[in-house]
């Protein structure tokens, strides 16, 4: 009897599920009996022994990224991830991990979590997992490697500075909060950060909401920067703490007529009048994008900021064989208005695999409730564009070399404890350790200038120019080198800034870099600003 192989299966099921919606046609068939014969040769004649299941996988991966990068495939190794996404939680040791050439460093650690507790640090290289080295091993391999259910047991050995330690942790439930900080500005303006949209998102923030209006909170400034999405329904549930029940929050559209859905607020606002500033930037995605795009659109709350992701398409996760699912992408969302703003087409790829963005002669108007003028398809636009962002290339090249970092690594292991973050400042002599650190480093450094000037130099080679004005150039190059220590001297401000925070986290955590986020941030004290003066908040969303 002749064997069903695991790819085939689960083409076979896919297949079997779409044929709901329309029968398949000769190319569909063929392309299954293909796919079925080359796996059959691989299996009984290629010269090693094949790996089914990962090479199932390869496959499924291959075959889902040709279509856009949410359709994604979860195996039952990976499951741990999909419980990241939907619930914020995961079994693990509570630790990020990052890349710093080509080792693996602990770059922070969540408070309270077993890597906390056993004693791993920021700045802890990973040399083995269970025994096993890591070398040439990817960050997501051995954070996988890091996963497993609550009460296993992991070994990992480090190296801080010249010595290596091993640790014998116990895996734990590990909950990313859904808030990382709130509390108030000033004694009426509220602040709450959401960093993603899970199972419980909506219910933390209606706690938090609640507890500061108990406080005296007349004012409420809304966090999504940096928040990637996750759950559309926490969406439209946020968005009905501050609109009237029944309101259209968002509509979905896809190609099958099951998908067509609209989704209304479905119970009373907890804080309907409460003035409102949203915060988002570049990375505030999908259902961040669903909370301020119909905020806006409701000309309920200020936007500010930077222009959001633009991820205008939903997604639903179904259940697949051996434990396995599948997350795919069956619609696109349209906010109040009627606009959608997805940014990129992952539809029509004849020209390569490299999405396009929608062209501006696609792009449509709007009107938002007040008759305000908004577009579709480049994501949520603020009406207040700021970036609260490192300006000097400068500062940027030390934060890419991973100087900042290091520094902090070393400061660490020397102070055993910091002021509070909302007031700890580095001294001036801890500033010129950081100069010293910097020097002694192969710390490089191409100005803006210097970049222009390079620009210039390779235009004129190719009209056979440079000849002529040689040593002009190397003159002018030579009067644009800046001594390191003039740099980091004229980027004080800004590197002390980038510093502080990172300090502090090693020693407060996420809710200590939130706290500390607090001083000198040009988005939050324009957004406090906005939420001062009535007139303007007024006059910006076009109230009476």
């Known amino acids: 009897m002749r064997i069903i192989h695991p790819l085939l299966a689960l083409v076979f099921y896919f297949n079997a599920t779409f044929s709901h919606a329309q029968s398949a046609g000769f190319e569909e068939l063929k392309s299954l009996e293909l796919m079925d014969q080359i796996y059959e040769h691989l299996d009984l004649y290629f010269v090693d022994e094949v790996g089914h299941g990962k090479l199932s996988k390869t496959a499924i991966d291959a075959m889902l990224n040709e279509l856009d990068p949410y ?5 039952e190794a990976n499951i741990e991830d999909y419980r990241l996404m939907t619930t914020g939680q995961y079994g693990g040791i509570g630790a990020s991990l990052g890349k710093i050439g080509e080792e693996t460093y602990i770059t922070e650690l969540y408070e309270n979590s077993p890597a906390q507790k056993g004693g791993l640090l920021a700045g802890d290289v990973i ?7 890591v070398a040439e091993k990817t960050t997501e391999e051995i954070s996988n490697a890091l996963k497993g259910p609550k009460g296993t047991t992991v070994a990992l050995e480090v190296q801080r500075a010249d010595k290596a330690f091993t640790f014998n942790l116990t895996r734990d439930e590990i909950k990313i909060p859904d808030i990382p900080f709130a509390g108030l500005v000033n004694e009426s303006t509220g ?6 949209f899970t199972q419980t998102a909506a219910e933390e923030v209606k706690k938090n909401v609640l507890d500061l209006q108990g406080k005296g909170m007349k004012k409420l400034i809304f966090d999504l920067r940096g928040n990637g999405g996750g759950l ?19 509509t979905t559209k896809g190609r099958s007529k ?8 479905q119970e009373n606002p907890i804080a309907e009048n409460l003035p409102l500033v949203v915060l988002i930037d570049e990375n505030s995605a999908s259902a961040s994008e669903i909370v301020a795009g119909a905020l806006q659109d409701l000309d309920r709350a200020v936007i500010v900021g930077n222009t959001s992701y633009g991820k205008g398409l939903v997604q639903r996760t179904f259940d697949l064989k051996y434990g396995s699912k599948m997350k795919l992408t069956i619609a696109k969302y349209y906010t109040p208005s009627g606009r ?3 940014r990129l087409d992952y539809y029509d790829q004849n020209s390569g695999s490299t999405p396009k963005e929608i062209p501006d002669s696609l792009l449509q108007q709007f009107q938002t409730k007040n008759g305000r003028t908004v577009i579709d398809g480049r994501g949520i636009e603020p009406d207040i564009p700021l970036v609260d962002s490192i300006e000097s290339g400068f500062t940027k090249a030390l934060i890419q070399q991973h100087l900042i970092f290091h520094f902090a690594t070393q400061f660490h292991s020397s102070h055993s404890t910091i002021e509070a973050p909302d007031k700890f400042k580095l001294s001036q002599e801890d500033y010129d350790n950081f100069k010293t650190f910097v020097q002694a480093r192969n710390f490089t450094y191409t100005s803006f200038e210097t970049s222009l000037l390079e620009k210039l130099k390779s235009s004129l080679e190719k009209n056979n120019e440079f000849t002529r004005v040689s040593k002009s150039y190397a003159a002018l190059q030579e009067q644009l080198k800046k001594p390191l220590i003039e740099d980091l001297e004229s980027h004080r401000e800004e590197v002390v800034s980038i510093l502080e925070e990172e300090i502090v986290g090693r020693f407060y955590f996420e809710k200590g870099r939130n706290q500390y986020g607090f001083r000198n941030n040009a988005v939050l004290n324009k957004a406090s600003s906005i939420l001062q003066n009535e007139q303007e908040y007024k006059s910006l969303l076009k109230l009476k």
């Open 258 to 265: 099951q998908e067509n859905m609209v989704y209304k607020t």
């Open 232 to 250: 559309l329904m926490e969406a439209v549930k946020i968005v009905g703490f501050f609109v009237p029940k029944g309101q259209v929050v968002v």
């Open 127 to 133: 040399l083995r997992v269970d025994n096993k080295s």
């Open 71 to 75: 359709t994604v495939f979860y195996h």
């Open 340 to 342: 959608c703003v997805q």
């Open 191 to 196: 602040y709450i950060s959401l960093s993603s």
